[in-house]
Protein backbone atom coordinates (compact mmCIF):
# COMPACT_ATOMS: atom_id res chain seq x y z
CA UNK A 1 0.00 0.00 0.00
CA UNK A 2 3.00 2.62 0.47
CA UNK A 3 5.05 2.25 -1.81
CA UNK A 4 7.39 4.69 -0.77
CA UNK A 5 8.06 3.06 2.32
CA UNK A 6 8.54 -0.06 0.20
CA UNK A 7 11.27 1.53 -1.80
CA UNK A 8 13.07 3.58 1.29
CA UNK A 9 13.13 0.04 3.12
CA UNK A 10 14.44 -1.80 -0.11
CA UNK A 11 17.38 0.80 -0.87
CA UNK A 12 18.41 0.84 2.68
CA UNK A 13 18.69 -3.07 2.38
CA UNK A 14 20.87 -2.49 -0.92
CA UNK A 15 22.77 -0.33 0.80
CA UNK A 16 23.35 -2.61 4.01
CA UNK A 17 24.14 -5.68 1.83
CA UNK A 18 27.02 -3.78 -0.26
CA UNK A 19 28.06 -2.19 3.17
CA UNK A 20 29.04 -5.48 4.99
CA UNK A 21 30.27 -7.59 1.43
CA UNK A 22 33.11 -4.26 1.35
CA UNK A 23 33.89 -4.63 4.72
CA UNK A 24 33.73 -8.36 4.90
CA UNK A 25 36.16 -8.10 1.58
CA UNK A 26 38.68 -5.88 3.07
CA UNK A 27 38.31 -7.69 6.44
CA UNK A 28 39.48 -11.13 4.44
CA UNK A 29 42.63 -9.14 3.13
CA UNK A 30 43.90 -8.82 6.71
CA UNK A 31 42.84 -11.84 7.89
CA UNK A 32 44.70 -14.39 5.81
CA UNK A 33 48.80 -14.86 6.73
CA UNK A 34 51.04 -13.00 3.64
CA UNK A 35 51.57 -16.55 1.99
CA UNK A 36 48.18 -17.38 0.97
CA UNK A 37 46.73 -13.61 0.85
CA UNK A 38 45.90 -13.43 -2.75
CA UNK A 39 44.57 -17.01 -2.51
CA UNK A 40 42.48 -16.37 0.27
CA UNK A 41 41.06 -13.69 -0.94
CA UNK A 42 40.10 -15.20 -4.49
CA UNK A 43 38.63 -17.87 -2.59
CA UNK A 44 36.65 -15.94 -0.47
CA UNK A 45 35.50 -13.79 -3.67
CA UNK A 46 34.64 -16.75 -5.17
CA UNK A 47 32.41 -18.09 -2.57
CA UNK A 48 30.75 -15.15 -1.83
CA UNK A 49 29.34 -14.96 -5.59
CA UNK A 50 28.23 -18.57 -5.22
CA UNK A 51 26.63 -17.71 -2.13
CA UNK A 52 24.53 -15.15 -3.71
CA UNK A 53 23.92 -17.53 -6.56
CA UNK A 54 22.53 -19.83 -4.24
CA UNK A 55 20.71 -17.53 -1.60
CA UNK A 56 17.40 -17.43 -4.01
CA UNK A 57 17.55 -21.56 -4.41
CA UNK A 58 17.97 -21.64 -0.07
CA UNK A 59 14.60 -19.65 0.28
CA UNK A 60 12.78 -22.06 -1.89
CA UNK A 61 13.48 -24.75 1.05
CA UNK A 62 10.66 -22.51 3.18
CA UNK A 63 8.39 -24.70 1.38
CA UNK A 64 9.24 -27.29 3.23
CA UNK A 65 9.77 -25.65 6.89
CA UNK A 66 10.20 -22.21 7.72
CA UNK A 67 13.08 -22.83 9.72
CA UNK A 68 15.61 -24.79 7.32
CA UNK A 69 16.45 -21.39 5.37
CA UNK A 70 16.95 -19.65 8.72
CA UNK A 71 18.63 -22.26 10.23
CA UNK A 72 21.13 -22.51 6.76
CA UNK A 73 21.60 -18.68 6.96
CA UNK A 74 22.00 -18.73 10.65
CA UNK A 75 24.84 -21.23 11.38
CA UNK A 76 26.78 -20.69 8.07
CA UNK A 77 28.50 -16.93 9.71
CA UNK A 78 28.71 -18.61 13.26
CA UNK A 79 30.44 -21.10 11.60
CA UNK A 80 32.65 -19.30 9.65
CA UNK A 81 33.44 -16.71 12.42
CA UNK A 82 34.30 -19.60 14.72
CA UNK A 83 37.10 -20.91 11.55
CA UNK A 84 38.74 -17.66 11.49
CA UNK A 85 40.41 -18.52 15.46
CA UNK A 86 42.10 -20.88 13.90
CA UNK A 87 44.19 -19.18 11.11
CA UNK A 88 47.84 -19.08 12.23
CA UNK A 89 48.56 -15.54 12.49
CA UNK A 90 45.41 -14.30 14.16
CA UNK A 91 45.31 -16.87 16.69
CA UNK A 92 44.73 -14.82 19.99
CA UNK A 93 45.82 -12.14 18.77
CA UNK A 94 43.67 -8.54 17.84
CA UNK A 95 43.05 -7.26 14.10
CA UNK A 96 45.23 -3.83 14.29
CA UNK A 97 42.60 -1.08 13.72
Do not use: N
Not at 79 to 95: A, H, I, N, Q, S
Amino acid sequence: DQPVVTTVLAVIGKFTASASFSTSYVYSAELFPTVIRQTGVGLCSMLARLAGILAPLILLLEQYSRAIPMAIFGSAPVLVGLLCFLLPETRGTDLAD
